[in-house]
């Protein structure tokens, strides 16, 4: 377990080594505040992820609004497209556009259409889920939910021979 906050870049507030204890309570502390390098930030987590074991079970559950307004050297699709190509990360984004406090930062319909748009593609391409809540008293719910799905949660692959065994070969 771990936890980054990411406003106009992303900040470690709990290491990777930590347990879901501590990482709960570090969570109750954040406050929400300044920019947001979205995208940027989650760039900067996969590459420390790429760190970990080849066959550690990695997950980011992501709680954003989805607008990136502070990410000057990456943007959205960069993001997918790098996740698409095998990043072993699966994104349960929980996504929090429709919240009372979220609604006065996100300028329009328009920007949350294509937040949400990006936040599903994210999910989907990485294999996790998206969820959309519009209070943020369901949060203690959805993250339980979340937690008991990526315990049970599974990675099986197959690594081809570099050679085709003598006699099989057609």
């Known amino acids: 377990f771990a936890l980054y ?32 390098a979205v995208w940027g930030s989650l760039k900067e987590v996969l590459t420390n992820f790429d760190q970990l074991k080849k066959n550690t079970r990695r997950a980011i559950v992501l709680m954003t609004d989805g607008w990136d307004n502070s990410s000057a ?20 984004v929980v996504d929090v556009s429709q919240t009372p406090e979220s609604k006065s930062t996100v300028e329009s319909a328009r920007t949350k259409r294509k937040g949400a748009e990006t936040l599903r593609a994210i999910a989907r391409v990485s294999g996790g ?14 993250y339980a939910t979340l937690a008991e799905r990526i315990a049970v949660s599974y990675l099986l692959s197959f690594t081809p021979p570099a050679t085709v065994p003598e006699g099989l070969a057609s």
């Open 5 to 36: 906050r990411f406003s106009d870049h992303s900040e470690v507030l709990a290491p990777l080594s930590l347990g879901a204890k501590e990482v709960r309570a570090k969570l109750a502390g954040i406050e929400f505040r300044g920019s947001s």
């Open 73 to 92: 050297s990456l943007d959205a699709s960069q993001l997918i497209q790098q996740i698409s190509n095998g990043s072993r990360t699966a994104f349960y």
């Open 129 to 142: 889920a998206y969820f959309q809540i519009k209070e943020f008293s369901e949060m203690e719910n959805l």
